[in-house]
């Protein structure tokens, strides 16, 4: 089993190779552009290999770090909310402060690396008391953002809330700083973290999806060119019908049939309905390249030499298409990326991950309140990646495929 | 001409079926019944439901069903007393009046931004509307329909006071409520698929524009505008008609989204809330239209290629 898994990985490698040495593919390198697109996705590519390793957990993608909807670059807020998050930590100790077993209840609370001040309880309710006496100062206040006057006792207030937590030193101040970069949600969670993992997601999505419908469609597409009669009628019939669906709706209904069973909560729903509609492309175009490619020389020379069908196949003719096989592949890589964020907000996409479809998903009520932090870095962060993408298929494409419109 | 249109129509009934076919076999894979009722209900519920539903009948006497008129007198799931085919009557025109002023809205803009480009092929403003193209292709639409509702609803309304395009909703008895409710969706449906459109339109234009016959009219000395119009547009012109097909995929995946998120009681919107919903019998039945729709655009565009290209008659 491995050796086969060993043997296959190693043909594609060989394939890709042939096909990167190939007299079309200089046009590629000379590109600047091209390679310039191709170094951001293998930097993303190196992110999302390091996250897959413990870069970024999973849990530190859900954790709490600080207050919630907490601007990035420690942009000054309104004093409104100023307030309102100084009131959140307090209510935080408090809390705490209020259980029986005090000490075990405070060593719990946990916001991102930022651990309660390790004083005697004693000296922690001494500065708890010293921020509610300016709090309940500033309460009398109607409207805070009205008044500048109180800003320097907003600021007070601040300085003060800041001693009932353990000073951070070395690596987890730095760790604590970046995670706050670039704001939280509403959740208090750390907007970077959530960006960074999604690339993650993003890339299993991409590369499973790009794979899967990559070999489906090309098997198909390739089996009815070759073998002609019923079978090609049989694959032109089903990708005809498939595609005669609007992908949206097809992918709806194919999420459709995976709710209430088990894997729901998994990528794999997913993975099905994205296989399962996105192998056409890679059908139709790998069907029309095997036509001509069978009628070549080599192939007839194959054939006349009495080697099987199905190997010719395999060996000489698909080999000959596989450079239409890589730009398919990126292709659907981008849909697949671009189509998580639309199932995801249509609520039948990503649930259970970090992923940017949720984040933008989330981001609808914030953009309202004029918080663009999350839709920011969702966007940004996908953008590079699916921008990257296009002008590599597009280098691709004019490399491998010159003859090809749009 | 005829033959060709027969052969089409004939082509598309195999086709028709096989859609209906793998419908019901994706809804029926997992019991709809229970998921709609979850694990704890009882088997008399079980029972009576799937009878309401029709799900004891053979296979191929639901298929007939389907097939005969979409089953469009099945009663809603979730709306007791509706059957599915009051509901379509009422989804249609609300994405018709978004989808059809997107799609010529598109076509149209695409096509002026691709015929500049080609024209300019090679020049700095070529290249700038296709970087443009390229990186408006690379964000999300749904960053385009969240932004698009900030700023063309909330902040148009700061800014000018007045109300023009309505935060969300769809309401045809107040005045002028096309501009109020349809325009904004419109708008950034016409956004979302620009990118896409114009580069796929420009590359037909610059394939057309590189051809023999139109080196061969300059070379005649006929003037450069009488090149372009008569030679280059016009031949080109049949590729774009026929690839307006490519971009109906598009269109309705940005009909979708922006009905689910400007809440307007369109088809996408109602199909989307009744699978969220668990609603069998609105799911199937507007899937279904969905893609007799689908189809008979299909054979329209086939039809209208025959019409301008006599060559397609032939294969």
Known sequence: ?406 | MWQYVLRKLLWNIPVYLGILLVVMLALRVNDPVWVRLGKNATQEDYDRERKDLGLDEPFLKQYGKLLWGFDLERQSWDKPGRSVGKELSQAVWPSLWIALPAFVLTTLVALGIALVAAFRRGHALDRWLMAGAVVGMSISYVVYIILGQYFGAYKLKEWTGAEIFAIQGYDTKRAFWWVHFCALPVLINVALAIGYDSRFYRAVVVEEATRDHVRTARAKGLGERRVWLRHVLRNALIPVITHVMITLPFLVAGEILVEVFFNIPGMGRTLITAILGKDFPMVQGFTAVFAAIFIITNILTDVLYALVDPRVRLS
């Not at chain 1, 942009?75 to 935080?92: G, I, S, Y």
């Not at chain 1, 060119?225 to 498939?242: K, P, R």
């Not at chain 1, 099987?308 to 292709?331: C, E, G, T």
């Open chain 1, 1 to 406: 089993m491995i050796r086969a898994v060993g043997k296959a990985v190693s043909a594609v490698g060989r394939l890709v190779a042939a096909n990167v040495r190939s007299r079309g593919f200089r046009k590629f390198r000379k590109s600047k552009l091209a390679l310039t697109a191709a170094a951001a996705i293998a930097a993303y590519v190196g992110v999302g290999i390091a996250i897959f390793f413990g870069l970024v957990t999973r849990e530190e993608a859900f954790e709490r770090v600080g207050p919630d909807s907490v601007p990035g670059f420690d942009a000054l807020q309104p004093a409104e909310r100023r307030f309102n998050n100084v009131d959140f930590q307090l209510t935080l100790v408090e809390r705490a402060l209020k259980q029986q077993d005090k000490a075990r209840a405070l060593a719990e609370i946990r916001l991102g690396r930022r651990r309660v001040a390790q004083v005697p309880v004693e000296e922690l309710k001494a500065r708890v008391e010293a921020v509610v006496e300016l709090a309940e100062e500033l309460e009398g206040s109607k409207d805070l953002d009205r008044e500048p006057k109180l800003l320097p006792k907003v600021a007070e207030m601040e300085a003060r809330c800041a001693r009932l937590w353990e000073p951070l030193k070395g690596w987890d101040a730095w760790s604590q700083r970046l995670k706050l970069l670039l704001g939280t949600d509403r959740q208090g969670r750390s907007i970077l973290l959530r960006a960074v993992y999604a690339i993650k997601i993003a890339l299993q999505i991409g590369i499973v999806v790009g794979a899967c419908s990559v070999i489906l469609g090309s098997l198909l597409g390739a089996a009815a060119a070759f073998y002609g009669g019923w079978v090609d009628h049989l694959v032109q019939w089903l990708y005809s019908t498939l595609s005669s669906v609007p992908y949206l709706v097809l992918l709806s209904v194919l999420v459709f049939m995976f709710q209430g069973s088990a894997i729901e909560q998994t990528l794999v729903p997913i993975y099905a309905a994205f296989g399962l509609t996105f192998w056409i492309g890679p059908c139709r175009v790998i069907r029309g390249e095997v036509l001509k490619i069978k009628q070549l020389d080599y192939v007839q020379a194959a054939t006349a030499l009495g080697q099987r069908r199905w190997l010719i196949l395999l060996k000489h003719v698909l080999p000959n298409a596989s450079h239409l096989m890589l730009v398919q592949f990126s292709l659907l890589f981008i849909a697949a990326i671009k189509s998580e964020v639309l199932l995801t907000f249509l609520g039948l996409g990503v649930k259970h991950e970090p992923s940017w479809g949720i984040m933008i998903s989330q981001s609808e009520q914030e953009v309202v309140n004029g918080f663009f932090w999350q839709i920011g870095a969702a966007t940004v962060v996908m953008f590079g990646l699916v921008l990257a993408f296009n002008i590599f298929t597009d280098a691709l494409q004019d490399a491998l495929d010159p003859k090809h419109i749009a």
